[in-house]
């Protein structure tokens, strides 16, 4: 077989989209027109085509499938650019021939010119992105709630917060605020542009339609907003002889503690609706604190996003720090992105904003890892004395000490945001 590796012309992205509802069993809809190729542009893909072959067009036929959305996360308080790879697939016949591997080697190079340092994805299965860097890099919290059970422990909220409800048309730009001030100092979040939001989170099309209609509750003055929650209501989710609605959280953000409560007091404040579902809240979210009876959320914690570090030294200069130290990092085995392989010294100064530098040197290594650990040592998912502890690290008990310090982050790494 002979294969061309390149990106799909405009005409060829209708394949795209076929290939993603059959890889995925029609999760993101199916047809050419579905969303998981919905405002995918040509030139963020990369494809392998067999030139033997067309499909019912008359086009090369496209056997595996790519793309990597130019995305901007936080890392631990500070903005850097992030390949957000999705929409991979390979048609049956054409598994196992190594086309993928490819793929992602090309991806990496591309990435690294252009200033892409992280690569990230939801993996489909872990085995197969593991074997390409990629390692766990956040953690979704679920809840399902009914609203008779959502009594806040201790004192009412110190401040009075008015909740009001909108369309989100309404109130766009008001949310759009707040939620960038809650991820400034956060780590993973993306950075909404409005086709992402309106796209995304505020969508009503598509397979989350059934869901009912999207509402946003604003805590406070619409001027000058302290939270949000975006959500959906519908009835006949709940098997429940009185409270047979649902209410599925898409996204909730809170500037102080108070704001917090008041959007549970007014999801409490629903009568009629057994099931209040949130499925992508983040592993450190304050609600089981704030509960009397936090059994009652049915907390379930599962994986969601994966990260790989595509350019070593970029990424450690990018990333935010909150404490001054000197670390000398050794990384080997990267046959992927042999440009990460090396010695090399990170230097940071103090306070999240400043910036780090990274230079090559001859020293010894304070610690010696891949770079899939570094991946989870980078995003915070992993300190480096867990990793040690499995084996996937090892230094010196000050380099240790030293690495847990400067890849901590002031809060759990996560993303609200499926891509």
């Known amino acids: 077989m002979d294969f061309d590796i390149r990106p799909a012309q405009a005409e060829e992205m209708g394949q795209l989209g076929l290939m993603a509802s059959y890889s995925y069993g029609g999760a993101f809809g199916d047809g050419e027109d579905n969303i998981a190729a919905a405002g995918t542009k040509p030139e963020w893909t990369l494809c392998a085509f067999d030139r033997s072959a ?24 500070r903005a850097m650019a992030m390949a957000g790879i999705s929409v991979v697939g390979t048609r049956p016949e054409y598994r196992r021939l190594g086309l993928l591997r ?16 992280v690569a990230g994805l939801w993996a489909s299965q872990a085995a197969i992105y593991q074997r390409y860097g990629f390692a766990p890099s956040g953690m979704n919290r679920q809840y399902a709630i009914d609203t008779a059970d959502i009594a806040l422990m201790g004192e009412p909220p110190a401040k009075t917060y008015t909740v009001s409800r909108h369309r989100p048309a309404a109130v766009l730009d008001a949310i759009r605020e707040v939620y960038k001030t809650f991820i400034a100092k956060r780590t993973g979040y993306l950075h909404r542009g409005k086709s992402l939001w309106l796209n995304s989170v505020l969508a009503e099309e598509g397979s989350s339609a059934a869901d009912g209609p999207v509402y946003v509750a604003m805590v406070g003055p619409t001027e000058a907003p302290r939270g949000y929650a975006v959500y959906t209501l519908r009835a006949g989710q709940v098997q429940h002889a ?6 599925k959280i898409r996204d909730l953000v809170w500037l102080d503690m108070d704001a917090c409560k008041s959007l549970w007091q007014f999801f409490a404040k629903h009568d009629l609706v057994g099931r209040v579902s949130w499925a992508n809240a983040p592993l450190d979210d304050p609600a089981p604190s704030l509960m009397a009876e936090p059994r009652m959320l049915h907390t379930k914690d599962t994986e969601a996003t994966w990260w790989r570090i595509v350019d070593a030294v970029a990424a450690l ?15 080997a085995g990267d046959d992927l992105a042999p440009w990460n392989n090396g010695t090399w010294c990170l230097e940071t100064t103090s306070g999240l904003a400043n910036d780090a530098q990274v230079n090559a040197v001859s020293d010894a290594p304070d610690v010696e890892l891949s770079v899939r650990a570094l991946a989870g040592l980078y995003s915070g998912m992993y300190s480096a004395r867990t990793l040690a502890n499995w084996g996937q690290l090892s230094g010196s008990e000050q380099g240790i000490a030293i690495a847990d310090r400067l890849f901590s982050t002031t809060f ?8």
Not at 319 to 327: F, S
């Open 54 to 77: 067309q499909d019912e067009n008359g086009h090369p036929l496209m056997a595996t499938s790519y793309a990597a959305f130019p995305f901007t996360i936080r890392a631990n308080g």
């Open 102 to 117: 490819q793929i992602m080697t090309r991806a990496f190079a591309q990435q690294r010119e252009r200033g892409q340092s």
């Open 412 to 419: 759990a790494p996560h993303c609200a945001d499926h891509y």
């Open 317 to 331: 200069a990018q990333r935010g720090y909150g404490h001054q130290e000197r670390l000398v990092l050794g990384i």
């Open 242 to 247: 009185s409270r047979p609605q649902e209410i």
